[in-house]
């Protein structure tokens, strides 16, 4: 499944991919998957999701739209619940799952993965550091990551203690590759939740965050992205990633002379 360099990317739908993939003995599921969010009404989640997530508007966007993100909370439940059911049957037991969400949507997800069959372990916190400003409330400045297992959870798992709030910057617009790209910073951090050496799996791998922290850090990595041109991305990023890794470290040479 996995190429020469230890990672693969498979183009198609999460659900059916994963269902596919049934036995892959995958050590963590780690992704952010579409929030279906972005507003309180239906109307607001049914927006263009170039609209919703950038501030660029429909005009002048740069980021193609993506699919998935207008469902309502209890399709979106429902949705999560079957796709975290057979992403844990691709999973070996004890492995792990991390999921990106927001505010509206962290009871749902809570709530979908139990109903798959993961143990409910608890939420780390990402604090953005900056948000849209809006008088007279809270600033909206973290995102939430919801983790668990597959069964009992071994505390020999060759993993020292993690951080439960990260705090780093988004990614500037002109650095993104997709709307809601993560940092490779905070995705660095998040895959040490997987046991040394293992195989991480994102069912939304988006531009490949997931992915190429994956790799840097030492694991292997395995993707699943719905949108042809997200593929192209993937595959042209971790390939380039894949030669910087591959060159030999002169440091130490060039220091003798």
């Known amino acids: 499944m996995l190429n020469e360099n230890g990672w693969q990317v ?27 969010s972005g507003g309180m009404s239906m109307s607001e989640k049914s927006r263009s999701t170039r609209e919703k997530y950038t501030s660029f508007g429909e005009q002048g966007n740069p980021y193609p739209d993506f699919s998935g993100d207008a469902l309502a909370q ?16 691709c999973c070996k037991p004890g492995a792990v799952c991390a999921l990106f969400v927001d505010w509206r949507q962290l009871p749902a997800l809570t709530d979908a ?8 372990r608890g939420i780390a916190v990402w604090d953005k550091m900056n948000s849209r400003p809006q008088m007279g409330r809270f600033r909206q400045q973290c995102e939430y990551i919801v983790w668990g297992s597959s069964g009992p959870l071994p505390v020999e798992r060759g993993i020292g203690v993690l951080p439960g709030l990260f705090a780093f910057p988004n990614v500037p617009p002109q650095e993104r590759w997709h ?12 895959v040490r939740l997987c046991e040394p050496g293992g195989v ?11 992915m190429q922290a994956a790799l840097e850090m030492g694991y292997k990595a395995v993707g699943i992205e719905l949108e042809e041109h997200n593929v192209a991305i993937i595959r042209k990023r971790l390939a380039g990633i894949q030669q910087r890794m591959d060159m030999p470290d002169t440091s130490q040479q060039i220091a003798l002379f």
């Open 74 to 89: 209890r399709a979106w439940t429902s949705y999560l619940h079957e796709l975290m059911a057979a992403a844990r049957a």
């Open 200 to 210: 991480i799996c994102d069912p939304f791998a988006g531009s490949g965050s997931t």
């Open 10 to 36: 498979f183009q198609g739908d999460a659900l059916l991919r994963l269902r596919e993939l049934k036995g892959a003995g995958f050590s963590a599921i780690i992704s952010d998957p579409p929030y279906a």
């Open 179 to 190: 709307q809601t790209q993560k940092p490779l910073d905070l995705m660095k951090q998040v």
């Open 113 to 120: 993965i139990q109903w798959a069959g993961w143990v409910w």
